[in-house]
C-alpha cells in the first residue's frame, strides 16, 4: 500500500482563459441601440377574432433585436433563468383560436406587449412563472385555448473584465453564460493577435478552445481567485477546481454589470501539492478554503494501491524547512 502526501509551498503557479463576443465600443452601441429601438417598439396591430381560428404573428422589430448577430453556445437551463428586457419569447396558442407569436421582446419595464391580449410584466419570472401568466391573460381573451411560451432567444449581459487582462474592457455575453467561456477574448496572447498570420479563422478556433488542465495551471494569469464584484458583493471563483474536478459552483454564471478582476500570477505566492498515491498529482495556488478532500478530487482521487488512512501533511516554511503536521 502506498501513501500520499499533501504539502504546502511558498512560491506561484497558474493560468487564466476563457471565451467572449462582443467588447467595448461594440457592445455599447449595441445595448443601446437595443435599448433605444426597444423602448420604440410597438407591436402592429392584429385582430385575431378576424383571423378564421388560425393565425401567424412575427413582430419583426423584436425578431431584429433578438438575433441579428447574437450567438448562443449553449442549452439555458429554464429551471433556473430569470427572464429580463432583451428576451425574445414565442407563444404558441391552441384551442378555440389557432396560433403562434414570434419575436416578442421584453421591454425595458420588463413587460411583455401580446397584440390582442394586452400587457403581462414578466421581469424576474422563472419560465414556468411566466407562462402561468401569460396563460391567464390569453385566456382572459380566448376562452379554451392552451398556451405553450418558450424562450426563443435570451438577451445579452455586459460583463467588464479589469485588471491584467491584456484585452480589458465591456463585453457583451449570452445570459447564463459562466465565467470560463465569457474570460477567453480578454485573455488572448497579445503576441498571436499581432501575428500577421492570425487571421479570423485561427481567432474563431482559438476562441472555441475550451479550458484544460495546462491552461488553468500552467498560464501567467491567477486561475484560483478570480474575483467578481456584483453590486454590493464580491464572489471568489476557482476555475482550477472547476477545470479539474468539475466544480460548478467554483465557474459561476455570470449576471449584468459583474466586474470580473483578472490579475496575474504573483511569483511568491503559497503554494500547495499532492502527491503520492494519488491518480495526478499536482502543484497549484493555495486558497484560504482548501480541504483534503477537495485536494484530493482536483487530484483525481486515490490510486487503486492507496491507503487512505496514511495521509500525510507537510509544511514548508519560507527558509525551506520541513515540518510534518499529521
Known amino acids: 500500500m502506498k501513501f500520499l502526501k499533501i504539502s504546502a509551498i511558498l512560491t506561484a503557479t497558474l493560468l487564466l482563459l476563457g471565451d467572449v463576443f462582443y467588447n467595448d465600443a461594440t457592445a455599447q452601441s449595441m445595448m443601446d441601440r437595443r435599448g433605444a429601438q426597444t423602448q420604440q417598439s410597438q407591436p402592429p396591430s392584429l385582430d385575431i377574432s378576424r383571423s378564421s381560428g388560425t393565425f401567424y404573428y412575427v413582430d419583426q422589430i423584436g425578431m431584429n433585436l433578438g438575433i441579428a448577430g447574437l450567438g448562443v453556445a449553449e442549452l439555458i437551463d429554464t429551471k433556473t433563468y430569470l427572464l429580463g428586457p432583451g428576451d425574445l419569447i414565442s407563444i404558441s396558442v391552441t384551442g378555440s383560436v389557432n396560433g403562434v407569436f414570434r419575436g416578442l421582446i421584453i421591454n425595458p419595464q420588463g413587460e411583455l406587449i401580446i397584440p390582442n391580449v394586452g400587457t403581462v410584466t414578466v421581469d424576474g419570472l422563472l419560465l414556468a412563472e411566466a407562462r402561468e401568466k401569460i396563460t391567464d391573460a ?101 476555475l482550477v477546481s472547476y477545470v ?27 503554494q500547495i501539492s499532492v502527491s503520492g498515491a494519488v491518480k495526478s498529482p499536482l502543484l497549484l495556488e493555495y486558497r484560504a478554503d482548501d480541504s483534503v478532500a477537495g485536494l484530493l478530487k482536483m487530484a483525481g482521487g486515490l490510486a487503486v494501491d492507496a491507503n487512505p488512512d496514511n495521509v500525510e501533511l507537510v509544511r514548508r516554511s519560507q527558509d525551506g524547512s520541513l515540518s510534518r503536521i499529521s
Not at 470560463?180 to 498571436?192: F, G, S
Not at 479570423?200 to 491567477?222: C, D, H, I
Open 138 to 238: 390569453i385566456k382572459n381573451k380566448f376562452l379554451e385555448t392552451e398556451t405553450h411560451v418558450s424562450i426563443e432567444r435570451p438577451r445579452m449581459l455586459m460583463v467588464h473584465i479589469v485588471g491584467d487582462a491584456p484585452f480589458a474592457g465591456g463585453y457583451l455575453v449570452p445570459s447564463q453564460t459562466r465565467l470560463d467561456r465569457a474570460i477567453v477574448r480578454a485573455l488572448l496572447d497579445p503576441d498571436m493577435m499581432a501575428d500577421k498570420d492570425f487571421d479570423e479563422r485561427a481567432l474563431n478556433q482559438e476562441l472555441m478552445q475550451p479550458l484544460n488542465r495546462e491552461k488553468v495551471l500552467n498560464g501567467r494569469y491567477s486561475m484560483r481567485d478570480i474575483r467578481i464584484t456584483r453590486k454590493d458583493t464580491e464572489l471568489s471563483a476557482d
Open 244 to 270: 479539474l474536478s468539475g466544480d460548478l459552483v467554483s465557474n459561476p454564471v455570470l449576471q449584468h454589470g459583474d466586474v470580473i478582476h483578472i490579475h496575474h500570477r504573483q511569483q511568491y505566492a503559497p
